[in-house]
């Protein structure tokens, strides 16, 4: 059974910390994906790897970074958390687009900064 | 600019009669369609997809309808049941364009009346 797995259900942080979450896919897949759901605003991109220490910018990476150093690992670091980085964030995994396959997802880390 | 676009935010539909969630694209370059469901404090579970070659994707009780020249998508669920209750996310990638990741949509949120 394919996985995706995020390391927290639930976070609480203060503003201003460093926080980290990781996520490990052990289907080998090259592509791997952070985003944020928000109510009413769907799913959005915030980064993206399709390799091993390569990384893109999605559509909000604004007070992100990411770290992929190793092909099932792709970590998402808020260099200093805010309130409105209170979301839930989900990650993703896939083959390249190019096989026509779907992106499998994490259970997601309901993150909560205060 | 809203790429995907889901112009329902909640639907609610009688047990055993059909849904119809609905689905808009504006980038010509999406060539791969997917639907998502997700429940409440878990990841996205994927669907059923549809690749641009095609307009028609059938999987028991879900189809996928693909309208090219309108830009237009719908997830048919036939017949619902109380556990299709869920929000659905509509999402696009473009294959050729490397890893680039899924545009979602804002998501319907369906409620199955018993």
């Known amino acids: 059974d394919v996985k995706v797995t995020q390391s927290s259900r639930y976070l609480v942080k203060r503003t201003g910390e460093k926080v980290f979450l990781e996520c490990v896919q052990d289907?080998?897949?090259?592509?791997m994906f952070w985003y944020r759901q928000d109510p009413g605003l769907g799913l959005r991109l915030i980064y993206f790897s399709y390799d091993v220490k390569m990384k893109e910018k999605g559509d909000i990476p604004e007070g992100y970074s990411v770290s992929r150093e190793k092909k099932e690992r792709f970590s998402l670091i808020l260099e200093s958390a805010s309130t409105n980085q209170t979301s839930m964030y989900l990650c993703a995994s896939s083959t390249p687009w190019q096989t026509y396959t779907e992106a499998f997802f994490g259970q997601g880390t309901r993150l909560t900064v205060v | 600019d809203q790429q995907v676009k889901q112009n329902s935010p909640s639907l609610s539909v009688q047990e055993g009669r059909i849904s119809i969630l609905n689905c808009d694209y504006t980038?010509?370059?999406?060539?791969?369609f997917l639907w998502y469901k997700k429940y409440p404090a878990e990841g996205p579970t994927f669907l059923i997809s549809?690749?641009?070659?095609?307009d028609k994707n059938e999987d028991g009780r879900f189809t996928v309808f693909l309208n090219k020249s309108a830009k237009h998508l719908s997830l048919h669920i036939v017949p619902s049941q109380p556990g299709d209750s869920a929000v659905y996310f509509c999402?696009?990638?473009?294959?050729?364009?490397?890893?680039?990741?899924?545009?979602f949509g804002k998501g319907t949120h369906l409620i199955i009346q018993p």
């Open positions: 549809i690749s641009s070659i095609k």
């Open positions: 980038n010509s370059m999406f060539d791969y």
């Open positions: 289907m080998d897949h090259e592509n």
């Open positions: 999402a696009a990638s473009n294959s050729g364009g490397g890893a680039d990741g899924l545009t």
